[in-house]
């Protein structure tokens, strides 16, 4: 699972336009509006689930708040930090 803001990777994890899910192959698998920018805590969990429910288990970040971030390890779900925005 990788947040979009336009076609890069999201300076901020919960404030990016989209969440887009990808294959090992990468391939889309999915685009999905972020729920977490108009419902505000209730958003974030609902964008936990919907990573969980699309059956990512591994997600790729910029920048991401420290509780945002313990919830996604408390899942099991493997955090990596891209250093740039771009998607290739």
């Given at each position: 699972a990788i947040?979009?803001?336009d076609q890069h990777i999201a300076n901020h994890f919960s404030r990016?336009?989209?969440m887009l899910f990808i294959d090992e192959q990468g391939q889309v698998k999915?685009?999905?509006a972020n729920p977490a920018l108009t419902e505000g805590c209730?958003?974030?969990k609902?964008?936990?689930?919907?990573i969980l429910a699309n059956g990512a288990d591994r997600v790729i970040v910029r920048n991401i708040g420290q509780q945002l971030l313990s919830?996604?390890?408390?899942?099991?779900?493997s955090v990596f930090h891209a250093k740039n925005g771009r998607t290739a």
């Open positions: 947040p979009m803001k990016a336009d989209e999915g685009r999905f209730e958003g974030k609902q964008l936990v689930s919907m919830k996604l390890l408390s899942q099991q779900l």
